[in-house]
C-alpha cells in the first residue's frame, strides 16, 4: 500500500512541474507577443489558457484522492497541500500572462515606447528565472533556496517602480502613446503580480519543509 501511494505521490509532483513549466513558458510567450506586437501568437495564448486550467483541476482531483484514499502522516500530507495551494498559485500566474497576451491585441497597431518595453522585458527575464528557481527549489524541497529566492522579488518590486514612474511621465508629455502606456502600466502590474505568486510558491516549499506557514514578504 505504501508504495502505491509514493509512487501516486511521485505522480502528483511531476505534474505539479509540467504545470509550472507550461506557466513559465507562457510568462515568456505572452511578453514575447507584447514587446513584438504578435498579435497572432497572442491569440494562440489566450485560446492555449484552457490548457494549464485543466491541468490545475486534473491536480487538484488527483491530490483529493490521495488524502481521501490513502490517508498520509503528517509530513505526506503536507506534501500534498503545498502542491494544491502551489498549483492555484501557478494557474493565477498563468491567468496573468493571459491577461498581458489580452493587451497585445487592444494595443496592436498603436505608438509604443522602446524604452518602456525593455524595462518591460527585462523585468520579464528576471521573474522567469525566479519561477524556474522555485520549481528547482520545489523539487529539491530545498527551503533555505525558497527563502532566498522570495527576497528576489524586492528587486522585481523597484523594476516596477522604476517603470511604473517611466509610464507616468509618458503619459504626462505624449498623448499619442495613450493606448499603449495604458497598457503598459497594466502589464508592469500584471509582472509584479506573478512576483508576489512566486514568493507564494516558496511559502509553500517551507510549509512541506517543516509545517510552518510563514510570510516571506515582507512588504507593507
Known amino acids: 500500500m505504501h508504495e502505491i501511494f509514493y509512487d501516486e505521490l511521485r505522480k502528483l509532483k511531476v505534474r505539479f ?53 490513502q490517508q498520509p502522516v503528517a509530513s505526506d500530507f503536507r506534501t500534498i497541500v503545498s502542491v494544491l495551494k502551489a498549483s492555484s498559485d501557478l494557474e493565477r500566474i498563468g491567468d496573468h500572462a493571459v491577461s498581458i497576451a489580452k493587451e497585445t491585441i487592444l494595443v496592436k497597431g498603436n505608438p509604443r515606447v522602446p524604452q518602456i518595453e525593455e524595462k518591460i522585458s527585462a523585468m520579464t527575464a528576471d521573474i522567469r528565472k525566479m519561477l524556474e528557481q522555485v520549481l528547482d527549489a520545489y523539487v529539491k524541497a530545498d527551503e533555505k533556496s525558497a527563502r532566498n529566492i522570495a527576497q528576489e522579488d524586492k528587486k522585481i518590486d523597484e523594476q516596477y517602480k522604476v517603470c511604473r514612474d517611466l509610464i507616468v511621465k509618458e503619459m ?40 510552518h506557514l510563514v510570510e516571506l514578504n515582507d512588504k507593507q
Open 17 to 69: 512541474m509540467e504545470m509550472g513549466i507550461n506557466v513559465s513558458e507562457q510568462i515568456y510567450r505572452s511578453t514575447k507577443s507584447f514587446i513584438e506586437h504578435d498579435k497572432e501568437l497572442a491569440n494562440e495564448i489566450v485560446n492555449d489558457d484552457q490548457e494549464i486550467n485543466s491541468g490545475e483541476i486534473q491536480l487538484e482531483n488527483q491530490a483529493l484522492k490521495l488524502i481521501a484514499l
Open 172 to 211: 504626462q508629455h505624449e498623448t499619442k502613446t495613450a493606448v499603449a502606456t495604458s497598457s503598459y502600466l497594466l502589464v508592469a502590474r500584471l509582472l509584479e503580480r506573478i512576483g508576489d505568486h512566486i514568493v507564494n510558491l516558496s511559502e509553500w516549499i517551507v510549509y512541506s519543509k517543516n509545517g
